[in-house]
């Protein structure tokens, strides 16, 4: 017969939970060996050093239990999808090049099934041996595969057997498939070069989604779409991750939006070209039904649209998608895709919104649910692109409104082009129950693109404040909000439309020359009570119903000190500082998070790029 105290003591092991476990891998072990081991509360730890692999996660965390992915030093394990030795390059004629790509049958994305990085630059894929040869309306550099044979073309010339040439794998699609499982962190990875995604949230083969994942201090370079989510159906329903957390991240795809710039300077635009490239995608496309996406504190650039479209098709305030402070730099399309029939439960606040093509894609929003507030946009004399808009309104499914938006203290300011683009009278109501409220709105041009689409529908409160050298008030907004073709705080008189800083690529800025040597101002993007009772004034409006109308508009309302962390992983700072492209110099780095405190400089000089065309 057993003792009482052994029995006892064989119920307590039974009884205690099993404790958790740090399983380190350095590199050239398998990750997806130690990634089927794992069980909740699980760390697998990544030494310093690249992993040529991809992995696929089959274990699930629970809520007080999760499983993390980390690296041991943030920021030094990078995991890629590059092949571990580049193949030599053959001259063929000219500056192209061919070399051999391991031939494989590809089940891919469609816009295409390799991806290139040549010195720290995304390549663009031509679609034929003709646009390799010619480059006519595309970029100046880029691949072209054909069955085995891949051809590449560098700027200037340049031999690839002497650049750093990363070229993915066949296998390596998806660096990072969670396929359904919850209560996942990863955490301090550097990703790097793969066609389709860095990281896929998918569903399961019994149609589970994720739930419950985390993504923090990550950075992503040269993927189709860094995090994306996939949808699942299950007894007619549909399902997507939901309660997904991304922050502190960067991605890119440079140089993808200096492509489209420098096209539409020298009159070669290349955007449909890059758009259906492989450099033509979203950093982070949660998708349809996806629901409680916190995006915040991200740094998107270099890409097109930063943050893909996403609908809750529920009003459930506990479900809502928030985006905020994040900066979403050099967005060669939309910055923020709304678009969305259902009803979409996404908030966007506090972000940045740097240069780019369409800043806010609004086209449409049928279902109501967006709300857009106490956001900077901010289009620069310098690097913004000639042709470009604030909102995008285009409503194709018709015979639907937009509806349910509310866009309210936002400073939006585009110094190079116009308002709007996309309204028309195809159908009506073209706009129903929407709020623009408190916003202030600078223009260049409210002449060629169109202005606040009132005449369509669009509600406009008279707290608005609106300015441009071109607008005419009564015109191109209503009588009633205070409107002024001064251009101050925003840009310099005199400053050039046509003015614009070279290109970060020296090869490209060689073909130019610089003009003589212009000022700009640096906006201040909070308005004084002089300023707007001046509007009044101009406009003829009672000065005492509107004494008071600075104190609430725009981002930052007078009086107030705009709050604005540094975006992207948190261990990229001072001299470790990931790359980033140029910073307009009209703009106070303070303003997104680059500078400790705002700057006393009010002028900058700087001289433009004449393109040759």
């Avoid at 678009?339 to 109501?368: I, K, Q, W």
């Avoid at 308005?527 to 009044?536: E, G, K, W």
Wanted: net charge positive; glycine share 10%; charged share 20%.
């Amino acid at each position: 017969m057993k003792s009482l105290s052994f029995l006892v003591i064989i119920s307590l092991l039974a009884a205690s939970p099993v404790l958790a476990e740090t399983v380190t891998v350095k590199p050239g072990r398998s990750l997806q060996d130690a990634a089927d081991g794992l069980k909740p509360g699980d760390t697998l730890l990544l030494a310093d050093g690249i992993y040529h692999q991809s992995f696929k996660l089959a274990k699930s965390g629970t809520a007080g239990n999760p499983i993390t992915i980390k690296a041991k030093v943030p920021g030094k394990a990078i995991i890629t999808g590059a092949m571990k030795t580049t193949p030599k390059f053959e001259k063929v004629d000219g500056a192209i090049y061919k070399t051999k790509w391991i031939s494989k049958n590809w089940r891919g994305s469609g816009t295409g099934q390799v991806w290139v990085i040549a010195d720290g630059r995304n390549l663009y894929n031509y679609k034929n041996a003709n646009e390799l040869r010619t480059r006519r309306k595309t970029p100046q550099e880029g691949f072209f595969r054909q069955g085995e044979k891949m051809y590449i073309r560098l700027l200037g010339g340049a031999d690839p057997n002497k650049a750093n040439i990363a070229i993915s794998r066949p296998d390596a699609r998806v660096l990072l498939d969670i396929a359904g499982q919850q209560h996942i962190v990863v955490e301090g990875l550097r990703f790097r070069a793969a066609p389709e995604a860095a990281v896929r949230l998918g569903p399961s083969r019994d149609s589970e989604v994720c739930r419950h994942i985390v993504i923090r201090d990550c950075y992503f370079f040269g993927f189709y779409r860094a995090i994306v989510g996939r949808r699942a159906r299950k007894d007619n329903q549909e399902f997507a991750p939901s309660d997904i957390t991304i922050e502190y991240c960067q991605f890119s795809n440079y140089p993808a939006y200096e492509w489209v710039r420098y096209g539409q300077l020298t009159g070669s635009d290349t955007w449909k070209a890059m758009y259906s490239s492989v450099l033509g995608g979203t950093g982070i496309f949660p998708g349809g039904r996806a629901r409680a996406w916190k995006i915040r504190h991200c740094y998107l650039h270099d890409c097109y649209d930063g943050i893909g479209n996403a609908a809750t098709v529920s009003r459930d305030p506990a479900l809502v998608n928030e985006y905020s402070y994040n900066l979403l730099h050099n967005c060669a399309d939309d910055s923020i895709e709304f678009d969305t029939v259902e009803y979409a439960g996404v908030r966007v606040g506090h972000n940045v919104f740097l240069d780019g093509f369409c800043m806010l894609g609004l086209s449409p929003v049928h279902g109501g649910g967006v709300t857009i507030e106490n956001n900077i946009v901010y289009v620069s004399p310098e690097y913004g692109l000639p042709w470009g808009v604030i909102f995008k309104f285009s409503n194709p499914w018709k015979p639907r409104p937009t509806t349910g938006m509310t866009i309210r203290n936002n400073t939006l300011v585009h110094t190079k082009c116009g308002v709007q683009w996309g309204a028309n009278t195809s159908h009506k109501p073209y706009f129903k129950d929407n709020t623009v409220a408190n916003n202030i709105i600078y223009a260049r041009d409210w002449k060629s693109w169109g202005g606040l689409p009132v005449q369509f529908g669009l509600q406009v409160d008279r707290s608005n404040f609106c300015c441009g050298p071109s607008l005419a008030a009564g015109k191109d907004v209503p009588r009633e909000i205070p409107s002024s073709i001064d251009t101050a705080p925003f840009v310099k008189p005199g400053t050039d439309r046509n003015d614009a800083a070279a290109p970060s690529l020296s090869e490209l800025a060689a073909k130019g020359k610089l003009g003589a040597e212009k000022e700009l101002s640096r906006p201040n993007f909070s308005l004084s009570a002089d300023y707007v009772l001046a509007a009044v004034k101009e406009c003829g409006l009672d000065a005492a119903e509107y004494k008071d109308m600075h104190k609430n508009l725009g981002a930052t309302p007078y009086g107030t000190k705009w709050k604005f962390s540094r975006p992207g992983p948190r261990w990229s700072v001072g001299k470790s500082a990931l790359f980033h492209p140029p910073f307009p110099p009209s703009l106070d780095p303070w303003w997104v998070g680059f500078s400790d405190k705002p700057s006393a400089v009010v002028t900058v000089k700087f001289r433009p790029w004449r393109a040759k065309k």
